[in-house]
């Protein structure tokens, strides 16, 4: 699977920004599609994730202010992000995972290049 992701960019704090993902090649495998962070200096994050039944995991920091989405018939991944944080600023990446349970970032298959989302103070 290949996954390409693009919406990042920077955005002041308290704005939003939408982040999509699409995905190519062995889809009919995925389970799970997450999106994972990571700070300079600090290790990769889970953001959230969604299953192919659209059940939703968020991460506690972003709970309430962020939103995942995926379109099966568009191939796609959706993020979501609202009242943006300077602590929100990270790559993002879309990670797509052919396991039902995919809460460790060993699970996830396929990896994006990531996107660069800056959130100025």
């Known amino acids: 699977v290949q996954l390409v992701e693009s919406g990042g960019g920077l955005v002041q704090a308290g704005g939003s920004l939408t982040l999509s993902c699409a995905a190519s090649g062995s889809i009919f495998s995925i389970k799970v599609m997450g999106w994972y962070r990571q700070a300079p200096g600090k290790e990769r994050e889970l953001v959230a994730l969604?299953?192919?039944?659209?059940?939703?995991l968020y991460a506690d920091s972003v709970k309430g202010r962020f939103s995942i989405s995926r379109d099966n018939a568009k191939n796609a991944l959706y993020l979501q992000m609202g009242s943006l944080k300077p602590e929100d600023t990270a790559m993002y990446y879309c990670a797509a995972c052919s396991r039902y349970v995919c809460t460790h970032e060993n699970y996830y298959d396929d990896w994006g290049q990531g996107t660069q989302v800056t959130v100025s103070s």
């Open positions: 969604i299953s192919s039944g659209g059940e939703t």
